[in-house]
C-alpha cells in the first residue's frame, strides 16, 4: 500500500506553466520504485483520465495526446516523488489533477487499474 499526497496546483493564465508534485509514503516491504506513477485529470462532469505515467524506473512515459509536447512526467526515486511539469497550458486544461499508483505490468492507463490515489490538486487556467 501506498500514500499519495499532491501539491503545486493553482490558478494560471494560459500560456503560463506549473509544476505538479506528488509525495509517496510506502508501507514496509515496499519501495517507491516498485510503483507505476501516473497522473489523471478530471474536469467538472467529465471522466477522470489519465494525463501522463511513468515506469518505475523512469525510464519509460507514456502522455495523453491532448498534453503531448505541453507535460512532462518525471519521478525521483530517492525522494520519493513524481512531478509533472505543464507548459503551454490551456484554459481546457482546467481540472482536479490525482496522483495514483499500481504496481504489475505497464501499459494500463484506465483510471480503474490504479488502487492507490491522492486527494488531487485544482488546477485552473484562465484566458
Known amino acids: 500500500q501506498v500514500q499519495l499526497v499532491e501539491s503545486g496546483g493553482g490558478l494560471v493564465q494560459a500560456g503560463g506553466s506549473l509544476r505538479l508534485s506528488c509525495a509517496a509514503s510506502?508501507?514496509?516491504?515496499?519501495?517507491?520504485?516498485?510503483?507505476?506513477m501516473g497522473w489523471f485529470r478530471q474536469a467538472p462532469g467529465k471522466d477522470r483520465d489519465i494525463v501522463a505515467a511513468?515506469?518505475?524506473?523512469?525510464?519509460?512515459?507514456y502522455y495523453a495526446d491532448s498534453v503531448k509536447g505541453r507535460f512532462t512526467i518525471s519521478r525521483d526515486n530517492a525522494g520519493n516523488t513524481v512531478y509533472l511539469q505543464m507548459n503551454m497550458l490551456k484554459p481546457e486544461d482546467t481540472a482536479v489533477y490525482y496522483c495514483?499508483?499500481?504496481?504489475?505490468?505497464?501499459?494500463?492507463?484506465?483510471?480503474?487499474?490504479?488502487?492507490?490515489w491522492g486527494q488531487g490538486t485544482q488546477v485552473t487556467v484562465s484566458s
Open positions: 495514483a499508483a499500481r504496481s504489475g505490468a505497464w501499459g494500463r492507463f484506465n483510471r480503474y487499474d490504479y488502487p492507490y
Open positions: 510506502a508501507a514496509s516491504g515496499r519501495t517507491f520504485s516498485s510503483y507505476i
Open positions: 511513468i515506469t518505475w524506473s523512469g525510464g519509460t512515459t
